[in-house]
């Protein structure tokens, strides 16, 4: 192709919410075999719902919901997000509509409803952790618990064995060696998710989604949109050994994501795309950003890059 095609497509792109980093990026994404996707944030909305709140102990509701709440309220995470926005509610729920209102508008005035935190830290890949009047508490998966020897017993287990089944995130709480609670959180695909699997099927590509999450819940999720090919329980800096996997064979690998922990695989992929409602390291680490919070650009992108380089005959 020549400067002036790769400029005019370029600014094809650009119209359609697409931003290329140059004319490399734009030649490599034609020879894609392999779209592999993060889970949450990238084939869904990343705008997480608390469904359920169950206390296994004699702890009231509130209580624990103000226990969780603030726990998370350092953490950046959509999923922190969803359970400190269920526990406001809660909380705020029998005050004057008045007093939610002010007090939900003021970020400085929310955080006067929660425990002191003391010692909070982030375990990527896993959950957050802190001291709450001296007791330690955990917010987190499996791996969470195991790590701290906080027991699972048989019905909190199945209880969150039903929700993974229904693609819905158990979140375990831990508090003082006891595991006394479980959140679940839904986050729903994009509503063109399916639709953009379907179309990179049709144009040769495999579509693949890669996670942090569960693999029940992430099975589950693959299951809705139509992906075959999933991995689960992958640690943020497992994520660029997926893409590297994939790239053995001499494979052109896209990677579509927008997290912290997904910066590492979109630089290692030969196509890296960043949600551009993402995080900005990710979208530092990519080639491409999707301005439109819209998956379909990631076959916009591909059909570009091969009607551009597309040999005259
Ligand atoms: P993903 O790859 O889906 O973006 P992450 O690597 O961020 O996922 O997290 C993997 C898992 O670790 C989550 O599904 C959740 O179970 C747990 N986790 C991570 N951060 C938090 C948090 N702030 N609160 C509760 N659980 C968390
Ligand atoms: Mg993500």
């Not at 603030?70 to 999923?79: D, G, M, Q, Y």
């Not at 508490?137 to 039903?162: H, T, Y």
């Not at 551009?276 to 591909?302: F, H």
């Amino acid at each position: 192709a020549t400067p002036t095609a790769v400029m005019v497509a370029t600014g094809v792109g650009a119209s359609n919410g697409v931003l290329i980093k140059g004319g490399d990026a734009l030649e490599r994404a034609q020879k894609v075999m392999y779209v592999i996707f993060d889970k949450t944030g990238t084939l869904t909305e990343g705008k997480a719902t608390v469904t359920t709140a169950k206390v296994f102990n004699e702890m009231p509701r509130g209580d624990f919901l103000k226990l969780v709440a603030s726990a998370e309220t350092s953490s950046e995470h959509p999923l922190a997000k969803a359970i400190l926005e269920y526990a406001r509610h809660f909380h705020f729920l029998d005050k004057p509509s008045a007093v939610v209102d002010a007090t939900c508008r003021k970020e400085s005035v929310i955080s006067g409803w929660l425990y002191d935190v003391d010692d909070f830290s982030v375990l990527p890949g896993r959950g957050v952790q802190c001291f709450i009047h001296g007791k330690k508490v955990l917010v987190g998966n499996r791996k969470l618990m195991a790590e701290s020897g906080i027991v699972i017993p048989d019905n909190v287990e199945n209880f969150v064995v039903a929700l993974e089944e229904s693609a819905i995130t158990g979140i375990l709480v831990g508090y003082n060696t006891e595991l006394i609670g479980v959140i679940g959180v839904a986050d729903p695909l994009k509503r063109e998710a399916a639709v953009v699997v379907k179309g990179l099927e049709k144009m040769g590509v495999t579509p693949v989604m890669v996670t942090g999450d569960n693999w029940r819940t992430a099975k589950a999720v693959a299951k809705e949109v139509g992906i075959q090919d999933v991995r689960a329980e992958v640690m943020p800096a497992g994520k660029a050994e997926v893409v590297r996997l994939f790239q053995k064979d001499g494979s052109i690998v896209a990677m579509v994501g927008d997290g912290i922990n997904d910066s590492p695989a979109l630089a290692a992929a030969d196509v890296g795309m960043a949600i551009g409602a993402g995080t900005d390291i990710a979208i530092e680490a990519a080639d491409y950003v999707l301005m439109r919070n819209n998956l379909e650009a990631v076959i916009m992108a591909i059909d570009l890059s091969r009607k551009t380089f597309a040999r005259i005959r």
